[in-house]
């Protein structure tokens, strides 16, 4: 199988390699590509060095089974339909196609049948959608999902290695407010992405609008609010679900203990630190909201793992799986 990872050097791209060796699958050839920053710098697939080589239109045009796309919309907007001429499957971690009606967002545990057959480029959602679609699918299923409330917590990896960064930076006593809007050291900031005129921020609207898409519930109604908080890996949320049907709370957790990609903690909870290098969505203290046609829990999951780079590896394997590539 041949390869290509746009976006190589980032914190997705990266843990991509990473996924990609956990994964086990046989890899004739692997590209490595990023910027002109990127020069020089040499990564490591299973103990193989790969020279990460700068990216231009013409080092897409060559044939690739599936490339990775992990260097934000701009880059994927320009290089990915280049990509898609020449090559099977293009994944794309970015924004840039997952409101185009005829591209496939996909997480494979709740929607990954889009794949059968398909050819051409398919969106990874936003990492918090990733992780909460999970457990809402298999409450949807049982109980008809109509109305979610969630408020997120998420970690400054979330925003790349300038993120990390700008969070290190001020630990050290730094007063510069780096990428983010205010200091993100000892706060938590309620804004992530710019201001629309909903008064919903850009991540609020992403979450809002993949999560109807992904869970197949065009009429979902959903109000996010996202938060920055100075933690490193792994996010967090709350969530409130208002389901057609009264919920028996036993139901709920034993589906939740038997779904695929899902870990449930019936007698205790979880925190960013607690998961490690889990690719699973994290879910515990189940209960009823304000009456029995609710539910509300706490969810985490590794925003660069699920949220980014496992997710699309897991694309990969059940894409390679139905084109019988695997
Ligand atoms: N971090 C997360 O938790 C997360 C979760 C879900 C989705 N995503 C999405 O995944 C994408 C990457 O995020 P990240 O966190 O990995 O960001 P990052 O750490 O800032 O890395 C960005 C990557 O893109 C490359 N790049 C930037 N401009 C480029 C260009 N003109 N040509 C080629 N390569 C270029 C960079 O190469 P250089 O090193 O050479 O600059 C680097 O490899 C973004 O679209 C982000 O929204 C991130």
Not at 113 to 137: E, H, K, M, R
Not at 223 to 236: A, K, L, M, Q
């Amino acid at each position: 199988m041949k390869i290509a990872i746009v976006g190589a050097t980032g914190e997705v791209g990266r843990m991509m390699i990473t996924c990609l060796e956990e994964s086990n699958i046989p890899i004739s050839e692997l590209d490595l590509y990023a910027s002109k920053r990127s020069k020089g710098i040499t990564l490591y697939y299973n103990d193989n060095p790969i020279k990460v080589r700068i990216l231009t239109e013409s080092s897409l045009c060559k044939h690739y089974d599936y490339v990775f796309f992990s260097a934000g919309a701009g880059v994927a907007k320009t290089y990915a339909p280049i990509a898609a001429e020449a090559s099977e499957v293009i994944i794309d971690n970015s924004s840039g196609f997952r409101q185009e009606a005829s591209i496939p967002l996909v997480v494979p545990a709740v929607n990954g049948d889009l794949l059968a057959g398909y050819s051409g480029i398919v969106a990874n959602p936003n990492c918090s959608t990733i992780q909460i679609v999970l457990p809402l699918s298999v409450l949807d299923k049982l109980f008809g999902l109509k109305q979610l409330v969630v408020s997120t917590y998420q970690s400054v990896s979330g925003s790349g290695h300038q993120g990390i960064a700008t969070l290190l930076n001020q630990r050290k006593g730094s007063t510069d407010k780096g990428i983010y809007p205010n200091i993100i050291d000892q706060n938590v900031i309620p804004q992530i992405g710019g201001f629309l005129d909903s008064g919903y921020s850009q991540e609020e609207e992403k979450m809002h609008f993949e999560s109807r898409k992904i869970l197949r519930l065009p009429k979902l109604k959903v109000s996010v609010t996202t938060v920055r908080v100075p933690v490193i890996y792994g996010h967090s949320a709350s969530v409130y679900a208002q389901f057609d049907k009264t919920v028996d709370i036993n139901v709920a957790e034993n589906a939740l203990s038997q779904a695929a990609t899902i870990v449930y903690y019936q007698n205790s909870y979880v925190t960013p630190l607690d998961i490690g290098n889990s690719n699973d969505s994290h879910a515990c203290r189940l209960r009823h909201g304000c009456d029995n046609k609710s539910l509300t829990f706490w969810n985490v999951g590794h925003n660069v793992r699920l949220g980014a780079a496992a997710n699309a590896v897991e694309i990969f394997k059940q894409h390679a799986q139905y084109s019988g590539r695997q």
